[in-house]
């Protein structure tokens, strides 16, 4: 019997889970990774084990040493672009990961095409994801998956949409005053900067949360270029208004990527929470000026 694709996938993210839940649809095996942390899951695997990478980055320089084993590389972040005229590379910025490979699932037959199926659960996700104006119903999904876990979403939506039930409902109506007072705790502890022509906003958190909606809620009362939000584990998330390139900015200062409005990245190795705001305040202060930003 031949061995299952493996599909890597971005780990705490919904667009992750539900591309895990496509693979699993289509006889592969998900594994969960960083976003930033797929070329050093591979260099772990057998060098003959084939692979799908979705919705993860990848360095150029490893490509060619992985070349051989990825059938497909499926990414819609700015960072992927240097890898768009590679072989088996599918780079498409107009959608989220879980999109791209239900369009190349079902092209490649891996996966029967069934719009009444899956179209229901992929679009909130793709709206979501891009953080387009109405993202509402893809929010109400991603709070149930952080609250719920990664195995309630697998068996929720594994073949594809399913209603909400009174129950989840009802949890999700608690999940939603439970993230207005997350909001409110955090905004009292975010600390306002200048970076060159800019006014940025740098917050520590000490839990996971509605990083998304915390960090949104602070651009629009304050007028910000961005807002990064260090998490506990030391991984940074940045959103940023119109102003700003928050791909080219994490790339350029934050040993990260991601979309123009939407990207992460990092602390330095030994670098503790506790000691990040004064340093993400440096690092944005010199990355903006160093970038021409």
């Given at each position: 019997?031949?061995?299952?694709?493996?599909?890597?996938?971005?780990?705490?993210?919904?667009?992750?889970?539900?591309?895990?839940?496509?693979?699993?649809?289509?006889?592969?095996?998900?594994?969960?990774?960083?976003?930033?942390?797929?070329?050093?899951?591979?260099?772990?695997?057998?060098?003959?084990?084939?692979?799908?990478?979705?919705?993860?980055?990848?360095?150029?320089?490893?490509?060619?040493?992985?070349?051989?084993?990825?059938?497909?590389?499926?990414?819609?972040?700015?960072?992927?672009?240097?890898?768009?005229?590679?072989?088996?590379?599918?780079?498409?910025?107009?959608?989220?990961?879980?999109?791209?490979?239900?369009?190349?699932?079902?092209?490649?037959?891996?996966?029967?095409?069934?719009?009444?199926?899956?179209?229901?659960?992929?679009?909130?996700?793709?709206?979501?994801?891009l953080w387009r104006p109405d993202h509402r119903a893809g929010q109400a999904l991603n709070r149930l998956r952080m609250a719920r876990g990664w195995e309630w979403f697998r068996d929720k939506f594994r073949d594809?949409?399913?209603?909400?039930?009174?129950?989840?409902?009802?949890?999700?109506?608690?999940?939603?005053?439970?993230?207005?007072?997350?909001?409110?705790?955090?905004?009292?502890?975010?600390?306002?900067?200048?970076?060159?022509?800019?006014?940025?906003?740098?917050?520590?958190?000490?839990?996971?949360?509605?990083?998304?909606?915390?960090?949104?809620?602070?651009?629009?009362?304050?007028?910000?270029?961005?807002?990064?939000?260090?998490?506990?584990?030391?991984?940074?998330?940045?959103?940023?208004?119109?102003?700003?390139?928050?791909?080219?900015?994490?790339?350029?200062?934050?040993?990260?990527?991601?979309?123009?409005?939407?990207?992460?990245?990092?602390?330095?190795?030994?670098?503790?929470?506790?000691?990040?705001?004064?340093?993400?305040?440096?690092?944005?202060?010199?990355?903006?000026?160093?970038?021409?930003?």
């Open positions: 019997m031949a061995t299952p694709l493996t599909l890597v996938t971005h780990d705490h993210c919904l667009d992750g889970a539900t591309c895990a839940v496509l693979g699993l649809a289509a006889g592969m095996l998900p594994a969960f990774v960083y976003p930033d942390g797929a070329a050093a899951f591979l260099a772990a695997l057998p060098p003959d084990r084939p692979v799908v990478l979705a919705d993860v980055s990848f360095p150029v320089d490893v490509y060619p040493r992985e070349a051989d084993r990825l059938v497909a590389l499926i990414d819609h972040h700015q960072s992927a672009l240097p890898l768009a005229d590679r072989p088996r590379v599918h780079i498409d910025q107009r959608h989220c990961g879980s999109t791209l490979l239900y369009e190349w699932l079902t092209a490649t037959g891996r996966l029967a095409a069934d719009e009444a199926r899956w179209r229901p659960l992929l679009e909130p996700v793709d709206d979501y994801d594809g949409w399913s209603p909400l039930t009174e129950d989840e409902q009802q949890q999700l109506a608690q999940l939603e005053a439970d993230e207005e007072a997350f909001i409110a705790r955090y905004v009292e502890r975010t600390e306002l900067f200048p970076a060159g022509p800019h006014r940025f906003a740098v917050v520590r958190l000490e839990e996971e949360g509605a990083v998304n909606e915390l960090s949104h809620r602070l651009l629009a009362a304050h007028d910000l270029a961005a807002v990064i939000a260090i998490k506990p584990d030391g991984r940074l998330s940045c959103r940023t208004s119109p102003q700003l390139d928050a791909a080219r900015f994490m790339e350029a200062g934050f040993q990260g990527g991601g979309h123009p409005r939407a990207a992460g990245g990092r602390l330095p190795a030994g670098t503790q929470p506790a000691d990040g705001a004064a340093w993400v305040k440096a690092q944005a202060v010199r990355t903006v000026a160093e970038q021409g930003l």
